[in-house]
């Protein structure tokens, strides 16, 4: 199974890569898939690179899905 999750760039590091922040965590990735995405976007990323970008309320809506999914017993 593959993961992907949405991550709010905060900084762009040349062209082909940013910082993103995901629930406080701060990670260097590759944005070479998605060169239009600028500081405060949301992307999707998997396994180190962006494979996509989304709108803020869908990038809301999903992480809440998953907090819901981390308190949720198992």
Not at 32 to 52: F, K, R, S, T
């Amino acid at each position: 199974m593959c993961l992907a999750l949405p991550a709010r760039i905060v900084e762009l590091l040349g062209t082909d890569s940013a910082i993103v922040e995901l629930g406080g965590v701060r990670q260097t990735i590759s944005i070479a898939l998605v060169p239009e995405a600028q500081p405060g976007d949301y992307v999707i990323v998997h396994v180190g690179h962006a494979i996509g970008t989304l709108d803020v309320e869908e990038a809301q809506a999903t992480l809440a899905l998953f907090a819901e999914l981390a308190r949720s017993p198992a």
